[in-house]
């Protein structure tokens, strides 16, 4: 019912900047939050931060004071402004979008594909 488009992933040096979004679209009815996750290899999946209805918001103590997370309600888009990228935040990162899909009626998770981030010199 939701599908999601993930962009902004590449390869940057360390210290260097990246701005990953994701834009949901399809049959939404209401958006409760949304978020990102990463995986590295050998690792579990991760929460980074998440957004939720009034704004609120939450990150992992790793990013904080580097990654902001934010919103565009109008186009249903999510952002993750990622600043002082070290090397550790190599990772494929995730969208996650929770929603209520029209005619549906039901709320559920909805991911994207993941979009590789490599900081490395």
């Known amino acids: 019912q939701v599908q999601l488009v993930e962009s902004g992933g590449g390869l940057v040096q360390p210290g260097g900047s990246l701005r990953l979004s994701c834009a949901a679209s399809?049959?939404?009815?209401?958006?409760?939050?949304m978020g990102w996750y990463r995986q590295a290899p050998g690792k579990e999946r991760e929460l980074v931060a998440h957004?939720?209805?009034?704004?609120?918001?939450n990150y992992a103590d790793s990013v904080k004071g580097r990654f902001t997370i934010s919103r565009d309600n109008a186009k249903n888009t999510v952002y993750l402004q990622m600043n002082s990228l070290k090397p550790e935040d190599t990772a494929v990162y995730y969208c996650k979008v929770v929603a209520v899909a029209r005619w549906y009626g039901v709320q559920d998770d909805y991911w994207g594909q993941g979009t590789q981030v490599t900081v490395s010199s």
């Open positions: 957004i939720i209805i009034g704004g609120s918001t």
């Open positions: 399809g049959s939404i009815f209401k958006i409760n939050a």
